[in-house]
């Protein structure tokens, strides 16, 4: 009964990632803190290494089906690298209520000028 | 450089555990006018090294769980191909529209989140500042 879940969850999980090319992470956290019982940071980090290899998949349709501009990718992922180790690095120094009303707000004012534009 | 600083924002917010590609993509396709699956295509690809540089770091510091993970993976696999397929193959505005919407629900859950962790903090706040005046703050830190 738990395995079956876990496969819903990753079913589930995948999906949504390859549909949205994001926001798997996000699903897999809570629903491995409410169903597989793990803690917040391991769910954080366990869930890093979940969303990886799916990724690598979702990413590599998405290459032989929408034309891509290389130079971007890089620039971008060269500031996610630095921000990444440090991100990685907070999360064990701080996590507050003030930053789970920041990032909804940072989240809901791009969904809402998406939506209308 | 726009490009670096958008990705600097969206690394640290994803090391951190919360879904760097809702900034990102937003980011990039308000402000910086890139297709919804193209970046779409840059978050997948973005993450990959950011993810593994951040993967290392928890990896040292003993945060990931072994049970559970092969079969979250396995089954994860064809969701993702199924996934990808549609994006590619979905009109952008529909696309986007779809993301708005799931972004508006992260937001709602993040920050329904937020104000449970706030009231629990103000209660264990009150709680230990009566049972001990000197210790303050800190009595939650995660």
Known sequence: ?117 | MMYVLVGLAAGIVSGMGIGGGAILIPALTIFLDIGQQKAQNINLLYFLPTALFAIFVHKKNGNIEKKGLPALILWGIPGAIAGALIAVNIDANYLRKGFAVFLLCMAAYELTKGYKKWKSQRLNHSKTSLENPIQTGKSQSM
Not at chain 1, 33 to 42: D, R, S, Y
Not at chain 1, 91 to 111: E, T, Y
């Open chain 1, 1 to 117: 009964m738990k395995n079956l879940k876990i496969r819903a969850i990753g079913l589930v999980v995948g999906f949504a990632n390859g549909l949205f090319g994001a926001g798997g992470g996000s699903l897999l956290v809570p629903a491995m803190q409410k169903f597989m019982g793990l803690e917040t940071k391991k769910s954080h980090a366990t869930t890093l290494a979940v969303i990886l290899p799916l990724s690598v998949i979702s990413a590599g349709i998405y290459i032989w089906g929408v034309e891509l501009d290389w130079k971007i990718v890089m620039l971008v992922s060269a500031g996610g690298i630095c921000g990444g180790v440090i991100g990685a690095k907070l999360l064990n120094k701080l996590a507050g209520w003030w930053l789970n009303i920041l990032f909804g707000l940072f989240l809901a004012a791009g969904a809402i000028r998406m939506l209308f534009s």
